[in-house]
């Protein structure tokens, strides 16, 4: 006769609790999430902690006080992971009933952001009408590190480092160009060289995103100093202040050329021997289970990326 497991799920209840006070970092604000009091929170995660004989939270004082145990954080590890499949398994049980309702959770760079919403998005909502969508934008770096907790389903981002934990599901060279006012000196130009843009007030990117380090190499690699009159932490407002007229700002090329038509600016690519493409990649952990809605909007992403494009 097959004998019990050392760890049965006694108390599912307690377990999402639990998760609830991991995520929100306190009890307080675990309970004013899910409305359930604090005292019935407190009592189900101390249940799930008799049942596996260990302190899941140190119980300090203070908005700091409460941390994971390293039982904790384990067991935090693999409740995301369980999390992921149970929703993987719904989005295909969904599918098969011919429902095709779901979430697909995802993250972008910010600067691709604004591409991706008004056309794909938008056509892949007329498709899709029960599909809803929970967008994160962040640096390249912090989607890896969602993908890689279970906290998305994948990510499109530039130039992320990779590791042998995570699939390139797309992956797509993308050359730069400055973007400049119409009626600048460069605007009717087919190409440019770097060093002609440094000749230029620059509208540049700050060190949080990870355009600034690109930039960088790629000014020292031709040995040309930058003459930045603004520098932001936003794509949106690099993209408003060169159509301003404020300066020029050196960008990826736009994915999309329906994108690229409704700007009122010029787009220039830049021609340069010593500078390569940048990578653009959508990623997802390596063995997750991607829901159907998910798999279906990456499919897409990718049929996108791939269509003819026009300047």
């Known amino acids: 006769m097959p004998t019990e497991p050392a760890f049965s799920l006694k108390h599912p209840v307690a377990m999402r609790y639990f998760h609830e006070v991991a995520k929100a970092g306190s009890f307080r604000q675990a ?9 019935a929170i407190n009592r189900h995660v101390k249940h799930l902690e008799d049942q596996l004989g260990t302190l899941l939270f140190e119980r300090g004082r203070g908005r700091s006080g409460l941390k994971l145990t390293a039982a904790g954080e384990i067991l935090l590890h693999h409740v995301k992971r369980a999390m992921s499949e149970l929703a993987a398994a719904q989005s295909e049980l969904n599918a098969l009933q011919g429902l095709r309702r779901g979430t697909v959770d995802f993250g972008v760079n910010e600067g691709i952001w604004r591409e991706l919403l008004p056309h794909l998005l938008i056509g892949f909502k007329k498709a899709h009408p029960e599909i809803d969508y929970r967008v994160t934008a962040g640096s390249s770096t912090r989607l890896v590190e969602l993908v890689m907790e279970d906290e998305i389903d994948f ?10 934990n995570l699939n390139v599901l797309i992956r797509r060279n993308v050359d730069s160009g400055v973007m400049v006012p119409r009626d600048h000196p460069l605007a009717k ?23 600034r380090a690109t930039l960088d190499l790629m ?36 994915l999309f050329h329906h994108a690229r038509e409704r700007h009122e600016a010029a787009f220039v690519p830049i021609r340069e021997a010593l500078i390569g493409p940048q990578v653009l990649v959508c990623i997802a952990r390596k063995g997750r289970h991607l829901p159907v809605a998910a798999t279906a909007m990456v499919a897409q992403i990718d049929a996108a990326l791939k269509a003819p494009s026009r300047r």
């Open 189 to 211: 130009r087919r190409s440019v060289r770097l060093s002609e843009c440094a000749e230029y007030d620059l509208v540049m990117p700050d060190s949080s995103l990870a355009l």
């Open 219 to 254: 000014f020292a690699r031709v040995g040309v100093k930058p003459r930045a009159v603004l520098t932001t932490n936003s794509y949106e407002i690099m993209r408003s202040a060169t159509q301003a007229g404020v300066g020029i700002a050196i960008l990826t090329q736009h």
């Open 31 to 39: 309970a004013e999430q899910t409305h359930i009091a604090v005292s």
């Open 155 to 164: 990510a499109v981002a530039f130039n992320p480092q990779l590791n042998e």
